[in-house]
Every structure is written in C-alpha cells, then in structure tokens.
C-alpha cells in the first residue's frame, strides 16, 4: 500500500467544496428525516405485565411463545424498567417521558400537572405523523384525553368492550372527560367498587349492566374457565386483537399508533385451554418472607394459585397474539414500522401479596419488557444495559428525525440512537398516598444502579433502606443495608440528593 | 288546568313529595361525595372538587325530579283512593321504604347478576312492606299525622338543596356547551 503525499492544490480543491458540503448537510438531513417519516411508530402497552414472567428474561415457564418468536426479530431490553408501580405515573411517564415528580400524576385517579399535559408523545410527533390511540384502562384513558388536540383520533374505551357502562366517554362530556370520571365513575356509578353516589339510578344501572355481562358470559363465554376478562366492562381477548387489526388496517399516512391493553391485568380470567397448564407443572416459585408493608397478607398457597392463574392468562392473551404478530408479516406493516411492545407497570406475586396495589417496590412490579421491533430488522438484538419508559418519547422522535423535546427526560435507547450505559441510575416511585402538589414526603423510591439497588420506604408508620445485590441475588431476598456497604452508602446519598432535588420547587413556592 | 287537578295530586302535595325527594337523593349524594374528598384532595384543587360536587348534585337533582315525577304519574294512573288522595304522605312513605330498599341493594349487590328469582323476591318484599305500611299508616291516624308532620319537617330542605341542585345543573349546562 502507497501513501500518497497530500499536496497544497489538493488541500485547496477540498476547500473549494466546504461551502457545498456545508450547504447540502441540512438537505442530507431532511432527506433523511423523510425517509423515516414514512415509517409507523406503534406502541403496544399490556397492562400490568412484568418482565420476570417471560422466559425471554430467564422464566423458567414459557408464558408467552408466540411474543418470543416476535422478540427473534427484534431489539430485547432485558433491564428496561417502569418509573411507576400502577397504571397513573406508568403510563404518565411512558406518554410524557417525564419522571413521576414532574408529570406529578402519582395518585389513583391523578392527573398530569397542568403544564405538563400536552408534553405527550403526540405533541412530540406532531408535525410528522398522523395519531390514533386507545387505552382499555380507564384511568390510561383519562391521560389521553389530557393529550388534547395533539391526538388527533382517540377511540373511545368501549369500543372493544361487550357491556358499555362508562359515561365520561358520552359525546356531551368528552370535553369535560377527567371531572366527568371523577363524578361518574368514581361517584355516581361506580360499577361495584363502592356505594353508588345516585341512590336509585346507581344500583338500576349496575343490575342492567350485569344482566349485560351475565348475557354475554352465557353466549361467548365458553372459551373462558372462569369468566370473561374484566376492565370495568367484560370483553373478550379475540375482540381486542380483531379490533386492533381494523384499526391498523385504516392507516394510509405515517402514524404514531398507541394501544393500551387492559391485559394481563387483574382479574386473570384465563382460557379453558391455559387454566391449568402451569398449576401442574413442577416449578414452584421461591418463598419469601412476608413484607411488613403487606397489607392483609395472603398465604404462600393463595399467592401460588395467583400467579399460576396469571400465567395462564398470559398464555391466553399471546395464543391471541400469534394473530397480531401474523398480521403484522402479512400486511408487510412490520417492514414499515418500528413497533414497541411493552408495558406500564409489572405485577407482583411474593411477600404475601398478588398484584400492584401496594407501596413494595421490588423487581417483579417494576421490571417490564420492552421489546422494539425496527423495519427490515431480521435478528434478535439484546440490550443489557439499564433503560427506562422515559426513553420511549425521545427515542421515537430521534427515530421519525423529529427534534427531540427540550422536555424530555430519557435518553435515546440503546440501538435506536442511543448507546449503553451500564453505570445509569434510575429511579422508580410511588407515592400514592402523598399530595400531588406538595412535597414529597410519603413515598417508597428505589434507585438501581451499577446491578445494585436501594429502596427507601418513607411513611409515618415504616421508615426503612433496603439494599440488594442484584448479581448475586436477584431475587432481593437479603437485605444488606445494615451491614453499611460503601456501595449502599453512596446511594443513599443521591437517592437523598434526588429527594431534596425535587422538593425544592416546592419549598421555594412556600 | 283542571285537567291536571282531576288527575293529578295538589301542588303542595307533589311539592312535599319533591322536598322529600331532594332530601334523601342529595343526602345519599352528598355522603358519597363527602367519602370521596380526601382522596380528591391529593391531586384535585378546589375549583375542580367543587365542580365533582356541581357533578353530583346536579344529577342528584335530576334523580329526583325524576323519583317524584314517576310517584306522581303512578298517582295518576292509580285509582284516585289509592295513591291520589294523600298523596303527601303516601309519596314520603314510598320514599322511606324505597330508600331502604335502595341501599340494601346497593350493599348486597357483587358483581355477579342476583338473578330474577332473587330480584323477584327483592321487588315483592319491597312492595308489600310498603302496602303494609300504607294501610297502617291509613288507618291510625295518630300515626299519619306523625308521617305527615315529619314530612313536613324534611321538605324544608327544599329550600337548600333546590338552589343548590339548579345551580349545579346551570354549572354543568354551562361547562359542556359554553
């Protein structure tokens, strides 16, 4: 090989194109930015469906094939984890890519801050693609409606659902959705969660609509071992990936697509065919010691049926989904979409709980899968390194060449722009029971970082660190704190520093 | 004019009827609303509260312009010695037994249809618990004037929660369509 001497004429000859090179960059850019523009992006959000039930992630059940074989030709984030522990602050931060203690939607039934609502991933996208979203939780529902008119089609929460019972949805209150919830669904009606606030109208209209349910049970209920699947309404999982389908069907310009399935979400309501599949295997999942937080702990044998039943209903919701993901071949809509499948929230079954109604913050309630699929990806890509649903927004607007939002407070995921970053710290919260505009002051806050993790229950009865070694015991099964590692040390310190951090806006206000 | 004397019960009788009506319909409102607020106050301001509670009242308003309408239709198509004539106290007395019926079924109802036998069983005691009643009613007088006077006491809340129920009802015209 020759190394030819660079010579002043050539140097000039370079110099001479400078101002071309210069012009043609932002060009190359928006050529770019074009191509990618015509690409879909669809989120797919199953509600309440932990990580640590996949045997992509080291289950040792094989819960759901049929997303594994999708996962094949996909990018798996096998550390992705929720900011939040139930639908609110989850689905809050994976639409606005804002921590829990800025959207400050951190209560059932929470809206986002004022000033924050329209900072959705439909603003974020806004100038490029087209949006169409659905949410089958009520609660995912109203977040969407705080979207405004960044959302340009929002199908109602009925829609796929047998026995319409909600009002906030009627067309005289869509303007008014959240207090309309408020009022009718968390007063008026409120559809056995509690006494009606209408003393005549309220039992009539829950007699109605669980004739509704009852009919429907009798008619397409078969399938289902112990009744049909549950989000306020009754609905059948055939119906919702049917429905799915028509609705990408009818996409022609580029669109940002958000589906929010109520799915695997309590009450596990499995198919005949997946009831008992894993109640007879023999894997048992490990015992651990009750949590002091457990309010009216259940025992080891409750919780076992518990998770076994929600294993079957993941089983049933994926037998469904071997239809969605064939769709998504057949319609060539994979080779035309980055596709994200993931979730709000996980769901726990240990320490004398089953569920996410609790402030505990472990692995299984906030571990989550996501799972990108990306157009003309053949190979499965793993990403090991920590991410969070805060990533999500940015990430998608770097993909359609949108700028990404000052407000953002992810970073770009790793093979979608991004690069890992095994040291990241990240934080999840809940603080149900505290005020949304004040303090934090009653809250549980996990940092993991480097492998480790450090929680911090803070309420008026229970105050405690908790410390684990996440490499040697994933399971978070001994806590080391009171030993003092240097390691749990230096945590604390920031997870404190984070703490002070975000009360200081406060604190200056007063 | 006398058309609607000949079929229907006095004014002040239906107002009574009305006050009742309000009473209990808002009562049963306001005690739900009032169950609500400390969780409403960890992320709603006040405007937004208060607008739960226009919300509720104004269709606790509706309810019960509802309730009374349907006592004074059944008035209407009765014989008039039924249900017409002391209408007052025959329409208070419905109420007291419907509202107990009301929220024994609002607390034994899960979330499972009861069935038709079992709300066959539900509907026959209501009614003949308020047959009963009515005829006891009917024919001891010390008690009637008893009903009659307690009635009385509680349409007095008319005067609250009327303006209470139009002004919420103009607060939610006004948020929907304005």
């Not at chain 1, 003393?199 to 049909?228: C, H, M, Q, T, W």
């Not at chain 1, 993941?314 to 769709?327: T, V, Y």
């Not at chain 1, 390194?385 to 995921?413: F, H, K, V, Y």
Request: aromatic share 12%.
């Amino acid at each position: 090989m020759t190394h030819q001497s660079f010579s002043r004429r050539d140097f000039l000859k370079l110099l001479a194109l400078l101002p071309a090179s210069i012009a043609f960059e932002p060009l190359s850019k928006y050529a770019s930015s074009l191509v990618n523009n015509t690409n879909h992006i669809i989120i797919i959000v199953f509600d309440a469906w932990s990580a640590n039930n996949l045997a992509l992630h080291g289950y040792p059940r094989l819960t759901m094939p049929n997303l594994e074989k999708f996962a094949q030709k996909s990018t798996v984030y096998h550390r992705h984890y929720s900011p939040g522990t139930f639908t609110v602050p989850g689905t809050a931060s994976l639409l606005t890519g804002l921590s829990p203690w800025t959207h400050r939607a951190i209560n059932l039934g929470g809206a986002i801050a004022k000033e924050h609502q329209q900072k959705q991933i439909f603003s974020a996208l806004s100038s490029s693609h087209n949006s169409l979203a659905y949410a089958q939780n009520v609660y995912a529902d109203q977040l969407l409606y705080q979207a405004g008119p960044f959302l340009k089609n929002h199908i109602p929460f009925g829609e796929y659902n047998q026995n319409n019972t909600i009002s906030y949805d009627l067309p005289g209150l869509k303007n008014d959705a959240y207090l309309a919830f408020s009022s009718f669904e968390d007063g008026i009606f409120q559809h056995g969660k509690g006494r009606d606030g209408s003393l005549f109208l309220g039992p009539l209209a829950r007699l109605l609509s669980l004739r509704k349910k009852l009919i429907v049970e009798n008619s397409r209920g078969d399938d289902y071992a112990i009744g049909l699947p549950n989000c306020d309404e009754v609905f059948l999982l055939s119906d919702l990936i049917d429905g799915f389908i028509q609705a990408l069907k009818q996409l022609s310009e580029p669109s940002l697509v958000y589906f929010h399935f109520h799915p695997p979400h309590d009450p596990y309501r499995p198919t005949h065919k997946f009831y008992s599949q894993f109640s007879k295997d023999s894997w048992t999942p490990p015992l651990k010691k009750v949590h002091p937080l457990a309010e009216e702990p259940q025992s080891f044998q409750q919780i076992k049926s518990s998770l076994n039943l929600y294993d079957a209903y993941l089983a049933s919701w994926d037998e469904e989904l071997a239809r969605l993901f064939q769709f998504f071949e057949d319609s060539g809509l994979r080779q035309k979409s980055h596709i994200f499948i993931t979730s709000d929230h996980g769901e726990m079954h240990e320490r004398g709980l089953s569920g996410h109604s609790t402030p505990l913050m472990y692995e299984p309630l906030i571990h989550v899968p996501l799972i990108v699929s990306s157009p003309g990806q053949e190979q499965q890509t793993n990403i090991y390194s920590p991410t969070l649903s805060l990533d999500i927004l940015p990430t998608i607007a770097n993909l359609t060449g949108n700028s990404i939002p000052s407000w953002a407070e992810g970073q770009l995921l790793p093979a979608l722009g991004g690069v890992e970053n095994s040291a990241r710290s990240l934080f999840s919260m809940d603080a149900k029971t505290n005020a949304s505009f004040a303090p934090l002051k009653k809250y549980t806050l996990a940092l993991t970082r480097d492998n480790y993790r450090l929680t911090q229950y803070q309420y008026p009865t229970y105050q405690q660190f908790e410390f684990y070694n996440l490499t040697e015991d994933p399971g978070e099964t001994n806590n080391i704190y009171p030993q003092q590692p240097a390691k749990a040390k230096e945590m604390e310190a920031e997870l404190l520093q984070k703490i002070t951090e975000v009360n200081a806006k406060f604190e200056e206000k007063q | 004019m006398a058309t609607f004397k000949k079929f229907f019960p006095a004014r002040h009788e239906i107002l009574l009827v009305l006050g009742a009506a309000l009473f209990v319909i808002h009562s049963w409102s306001l005690n739900t609303f009032i169950y609500k607020v400390p969780s409403f106050l960890l992320y709603m301001n006040l405007g937004q509260i208060s607008t739960v509670f226009a919300y509720m009242m104004a269709f606790a308003f509706l309810e019960s312009l509802l309730v009374t309408s349907g006592l004074v239709v059944t008035s209407a198509l009765l014989p008039r010695s039924w249900y017409r004539d002391g209408f007052h106290y025959k329409g208070f007395l419905t109420l007291l037994v419907g509202t107990i019926s009301a929220i024994f079924l609002q607390d034994s109802l899960n979330n499972q249809y009861p069935g038709a036998t079992s709300l066959l069983i539900w509907v026959s005691l209501t009614l003949l618990s308020l047959i009963a009643l009515l005829l006891l009613v009917h024919f001891v007088e010390s008690l009637r004037k008893f009903i009659i006077f307690i009635a009385e006491q509680v349409s007095v809340m008319l005067y609250l929660y009327l303006p209470i129920g139009l002004v919420s009802l103009l607060i939610i015209i006004w948020r929907i369509f304005l």
